[in-house]
């Protein structure tokens, strides 16, 4: 449990909060079905009617992600600190990502090898801020100078996707999966550590808050159980929206 904190207190994993769900509407084969068991006969003006109604369908939608830069086939330290490096820009921003609020945040985690045993209680804070449409970047402050992380969405695989600069250098990723309205379901992928697995489940509990359950398992074994809160509490600083510089 002990070599694990360092490790823990950097991870400082947060999630987005709560969408609104959209109804589905009816499909347009299933309006259609009453005037399909008409048994008699269309008539000429019934089928130019039938031909006018057919060039009205709307034209196949534009996949979301057009326009958007593109993501890069492997993500690397230096491309999470570029990102970083550019300025803060809430314009054209995806609405996938509208729920991780920019602006600071207060973290807190308490953890321990299991639930109901949360012996130890790490405090910090970050900053989220909005870049290039599609990304939110992270950093934690440290004493080496701050741990920086990505989270974005992938309209190819209808997930989020979340890398982090780990202590030592490497990378982590997550991805991430919402169910509901206000849970979404993270776990590890291509970490450095094989026989190490992540995992995050964050529920929302209104604007700028939210709770998370975070659990670390080595070779299937529960390793370290956390529960998470975390409170947003001012905007970004002007300075910080035009440009970062530290």
């Known amino acids: 449990m002990k070599k694990l904190l360092p490790l823990l207190s950097c991870l400082l994993l947060i999630g987005c909060g709560e969408k609104s769900s959209s109804g589905g509407s009816e499909p347009a084969h299933e309006k259609s079905v009453a005037s399909n068991e008409n048994p008699k006969p269309y008539s000429k003006g019934e089928i130019k009617s039938e031909e ?22 492997t993500v690397t330290a ?33 953890i321990g090898p299991r639930k109901g045993e949360l012996a ?12 290039d449409r599609r990304f939110v970047v992270q950093k934690v402050p440290n004493d080496n100078g701050g741990q920086y992380s990505v989270i974005t969405y992938d309209y190819d695989t209808d997930r989020y996707r979340w890398w982090q600069l780990m202590p030592d250098g490497g990378l982590g ?43 670390v398992k080595q070779g299937g074994d529960l390793v370290a159980y956390a529960e998470d809160e975390g409170t947003w509490v001012a905007e970004l ?6 440009s970062e510089e530290n």
């Not at 990102?83 to 729920?99: G, N, S, T, Y």
């Not at 992928?189 to 359950?213: C, M, S, Y």
């Open 237 to 242: 600083e002007q300075t910080e929206e035009a």
């Open 52 to 73: 006018r109604e057919e060039s009205k369908t709307e034209p196949e939608p534009v996949p979301e992600s057009e326009g958007l830069p593109p993501l890069p086939q």
């Open 120 to 131: 130890e209680r790490l405090e910090s804070s970050f900053k989220f801020k909005w870049v």
């Open 173 to 215: 990723e997550m991805s991430g999966k919402r169910y509901w309205r206000d849970l979404v379901d993270w776990k590890s992928v291509n970490l450095p550590d094989e026989a190490t697995q992540f995992r995050l489940r964050q529920t929302a509990r209104g604007e700028g808050t939210f709770k998370g359950i975070f659990e």
């Open 78 to 110: 230096e491309f999470i600190m570029n990102l970083w490096a550019k300025p803060h820009d809430e314009r054209d921003f995806i609405e996938e990502l509208k729920d991780y609020r920019p602006g600071i945040w207060k973290f807190v985690r308490n």
